[in-house]
Each structure stands twice: as C-alpha cells, then as structure tokens.
C-alpha cells in the first residue's frame, strides 16, 4: 500500500527538522568526495580508491581507523558517488535477522530496479562469528558490496574469510590543519553551521579546541557548537568564545602541551632521561604532564616498555614484565584509572639496575646486516626436512647441546665470517653480572670440547647413535 500524501509530507518534515536539530558534526557531514578533508594516501588524487569511485567499480572493503576520521562519511559518499542504496547498520545493535532484512531489501532493488546497495556495518568488529559469516555469502555473489567501518585491528577482529574478500583501508587521526579546516568551514557556513550565531573564537580556545580533538573531527565540531551556543550574545548579536569557555565545553582544562609539536618531545624525552638518571621523582613529574596534556597513554605505554630493553635490559629481567604489564593495563582499563598503573612502571624503572648493553648490541647487528653480505646460514643449523636436503649436507655436523656435559658444544652458530664476533658484552649491573660470569663459563666448556680427548668421546658419541636427529 501507497503511503498518502499527508504522511509523505510528515515524514519530510520530520527529516528536515532532524537535519536541523541534529549536531553540528552531522549537520556538515561533507556530501561530496571533493568536499571530504584529509586520508589523502586513501582518497587522494591518483589513489586506488578515488579511481575505484570515479569508474563506478569499488570493491567491499574495511576501514580501520581511529574515532571521527572519517570511516562514516566516506562511505556515505562513495554510496552517493557510485548511486549505490545506502543501508547502514550498527555491530552495536543490529542482528542476524537486521542483516536478513537488509538482504531482502537489497535484493528486491537489484530486481525490480537494478540499483546496487551498498551495506555499511559500523563497528563491525562487535559483530561475532557467526553474525560476520551471515554476511559472506551476498558479499562472495556480490549482491551487496560491504564496507564495514572499525577503531580495531581487522586483522584480529574480523573473520579471515570474510577478511579476504575485502580490500582494507586505514585511516588515521586528523592532523591538525584538517581540523582547522573543517572548523573553519563550520564557522563559515551560514545554513546547517555556525555562521548565523555571528560567533568569534578566541586565538588561544581555537588552538585549544584544535589540539585537544586528537584528530576527532566530530569532537572538534560537537565542542565547538556547545561553546558557540553556551557564549551569551553581545549587543551586536555576536558570540565571543573564550578559552576558558572552550575548556569547559570539553570538560578539561588547557594546559602546556602540544603533542605534535616540541612540548610533545621535550616532554617524553624529559621522562626518558629522568628514569635513565634513576629519579623517580622527576620521571612521574614528566609523566603527568604528558597525561594531563592530553598525551595517548599508549604511546606513553610504548615508550616506557622500549626504555626497559634499552636502558634496563637484562640488569633486570623483571623491568619489561613491569612496562608491558602498564601496557595491557592502559588498554584494559583507560585513563583515569591506569594513570597510577603507568606511574608504577615509571618509578619501577627508574630505581632499578641499568644497563644499555643489549641496545649496543642490536645496534651492531644491525651496523653488520646493513654493510656486510647476506651470509649464508652454516651448514650445521640448516633443517634437513627432506631426504635431498641431508644429501647435500644440510644439517650435517649438527651437536645436540643436551646430548654434552653442561650442555655446551664448540659447534659454530655464526656465518664463517663473523666467527668470534662478539655483540651482547653485558654490564656488572644487576643480573648481566651473572650473565657475565654465565659467558665466562660457556668460553671453558667450548675450549673443553675441543679438547683431542673430547673429540674422541664425541666420536664415540656418534658411533653409537649414528641414527641420531635432534
């Protein structure tokens, strides 16, 4: 049955007036691919994905990016640019039987009118197994292109399968020109932004707001509107916001901090030096400073775990179980809570032993991949898997260490040409003194083993077990 006129008319009113009372992020949601700021390396002229819109042929897909990106509006748009229906579902509510509807909805528009349908599932990593496999078969014959939006790593979210029939694309946090540009054109316009409240922002709250958005379009724009409308009209009608106003649209006070910039650098490399020098004062000092500066606490994470290979190392094997620990509790729980968990870290890692030991090392490894050949693996500690590969001596002079006294054999583990070299050179710090004393007494066992007395117990060794294969 045919909806009546009146009800028509009822529901575009009702879609108007929506549209009118709806956030200012969703008010200037960009309509067009030309209107859309920022993800040049994805939608970029000359990129795969504008290419695919512009010849109408896109293919399913994932974004994966952080929140206010942009993984929303540029399925809108590639659905308006490919004239594709656009049927959206959130993981968060939406079922089995949504999906169903869907499919039947977008089947019956292939039918009767030969229009393609575009499925957007938001959030898809919040669907389960068995919801993401519902989807695959009208991805797989193409009834439905899918493009599911994610903050998560599909890798690890989304189903192999369905995974494999789907191109992805990342999408990272708006720098800060983007934002400034899509404030701006939300002060500039006069119909669906901000410009008919006459407002005017002061230097410091744009910067402000600009910075502490974290390269969240929808919370820069949403703040925005809540400062413009929280500042009383002047006698011009104008509406002047200040940074104090912006501070508490966004419910957080500016503090010194930019994290892009040099504070962002100065700051983390005050934390850094500060535990290298074993001031646990100083390093939870610099720590809240980048906290209550909005910093990711996950890059603090980060770096908190690298210092306790490069600064502590096997001084104390316990450091990294201490920073990855800070880790898991930052991703499991979020600040404010694990503030204390990272400050734990940091001062654990500031009083314990040091040693850099294990970080001159790689950098000699890496000094030696980097300007020497590629040398080959010697023949000893090849696998022999096939019968061929024995043949031709793989594995052939092979020492099972467990099958010697203390477990120590002479048999060389590095190419020909690196024979003695030597990169790992512990400290007399923490437990590198016992891996010290540990080198010492591996040396003897080797110049033991090559002893004439123990080659010919090795050989007897051999004689005995010549089937042997460890």
């Not at 009208?138 to 399968?161: K, R």
């Not at 400062?227 to 916001?241: E, L, Y």
């Not at 957080?252 to 500060?274: F, M, P, V, W």
Request: proline share 4%; charged share 25%.
């Amino acid at each position: 049955m045919k909806k009546s006129q009146g009800h028509d008319l009822f529901d575009y009113r009702m879609r108007k007036d929506l549209a009118n009372t709806a956030p200012l992020a969703t008010r200037m949601r960009p309509q067009r691919l030309e209107e859309f700021i920022g993800q040049e390396p994805v939608v970029g002229e000359g990129s795969v994905l504008r290419r695919s819109i512009r010849e109408d042929s896109v293919a399913s897909m994932i974004l994966w990016g952080p929140p206010g990106s942009g993984k929303t509006t540029l399925a809108r748009i590639i659905a308006r640019e490919s004239r594709s229906h656009f049927f959206p579902l959130s993981a968060v509510s939406a079922g089995v039987a949504d999906l169903r509807a869907v499919i039947q909805k977008a089947r019956d528009l292939r039918s009767m009118e030969g229009k393609r349908s575009i499925l957007f599932i938001d959030e898809i990593h919040r669907f389960n197994k068995a919801q993401q496999d519902a989807v695959l078969p009208f991805v797989e014959n193409g009834l439905v292109t899918l493009i599911g939006a994610t903050t998560e790593n599909p890798s690890f979210e989304v189903n192999s399968a369905l995974l494999s029939r789907c191109r992805v694309y990342r999408l990272k946090a708006l720098e800060e020109e983007h934002l400034s540009l899509i404030i701006g054109r939300a002060l500039e316009n006069m119909e669906t932004g901000m410009a008919r409240h006459n407002p005017r922002i002061d230097e410091k709250a744009m910067s402000f707001l600009i910075t502490r958005a974290h390269g969240d379009a929808r919370i820069a724009l949403n703040t925005l509107e809540l400062a413009v409308m929280a500042a009383a009209p002047d006698d011009g009608g104008g509406r002047r916001v200040t940074l104090e106003l912006m501070e508490d649209a966004l419910q957080h006070r500016a503090t010194l901090y930019d994290k892009k910039g040099e504070q962002h650098y100065d700051l983390i490399s005050a934390l850094h030096k500060s535990m290298r020098n074993s001031d646990p004062d100083a390093a939870i000092y610099w720590l809240g400073r980048m906290i209550e500066g909005g910093e990711d606490p996950l890059y603090i994470a980060r770096r908190l775990v690298r210092f306790a290979s490069e600064d502590v190392g096997l001084a104390d094997p316990g450091a990294l179980l201490q920073a990855v620990a800070a880790y898991q509790a930052v991703h499991f729980v979020g600040l404010p809570e694990a503030d204390v968990a990272l400050a734990q870290a940091a001062v654990y890692l500031s009083l314990t032993q040091k040693s850099n030991a294990l970080y001159r090392a790689m950098l000699q490894v890496k000094d030696d991949i980097r300007n020497k050949p590629e040398y080959p693996v010697p023949m000893a500690i090849r696998n022999a898997v096939t019968g061929l590969m024995k043949a031709h001596g793989y594995g052939e002079g092979y020492r099972y260490a467990h099958d010697f006294e203390e477990r120590i054999t002479d048999m060389a583990c590095l190419p020909e040409a690196l024979e003695g070299r030597r990169y790992f050179t512990p400290s007399s710090s923490g437990w590198e003194e016992e891996a010290s004393r540990r080198l010492i007494e591996i040396k003897k066992g080797i110049k033991k083993r090559k002893s004439p007395k123990a080659q010919k117990s090795l050989k007897e060794a051999q004689n005995a077990c010549p089937g042997a294969d460890h």
